[in-house]
């Protein structure tokens, strides 16, 4: 009986694909445990459909973070802390800190994980940073920061 597979099994296959398996193995296993079911043609088609919608909605991503490391590039980002006598911050800028500013300065797709900054500021000066995005796209950001 062939059938397809909702999740990852172990001994069969990933999501998704089209498995041959014994009657008794899809009835008595996978159908009770909703790892498959059974491969119709109206489910070939809506896996069809599925992997379709899929490849469409991957190349979108590509399209849009491929653009999204041309804009941040060699983007400079001016951000401004309190300092103390000393000339060090009260607080150091974080990461966070960091794709808070991006998103306002509209680049709404950045997220905290996604900027690789090795530890917090502490002083005023420039630092570039990398922002690695999804899709393997990677963009080199200048950092200001500046004390008031």
């Known amino acids: ?85 000393q000339g060090t911050f009260y607080g150091a800028v974080t990461d966070q800190q960091i794709a808070s500013a991006l998103k306002q300065e509209g680049f709404k797709q950045i997220e905290k994980s996604m900027i690789q900054l090795v530890e917090p500021i502490k002083e005023p000066g420039e630092i570039s940073i990398k922002i690695l995005l999804p899709h393997g796209f990677e963009a080199e950001v200048k950092i200001i920061v500046e004390g008031k």
């Open 1 to 85: 009986m062939q059938v397809i597979l909702l999740s990852d099994v172990k001994t069969l296959g990933k999501e998704g694909m089209v498995v041959e398996v014994s009657d008794g193995h899809a009835r008595n296993f996978l159908f009770p445990q909703n790892l498959a079911i059974a491969a119709t043609d109206e489910a070939l088609r809506k896996l069809k459909e599925r992997d379709e919608a899929l490849k469409k909605e991957a190349h979108k991503d590509l399209s849009v973070y491929g653009d999204l490391a041309q804009q941040l590039d060699g983007y400079e980002l001016i951000l401004t802390q309190k300092v103390n006598e």
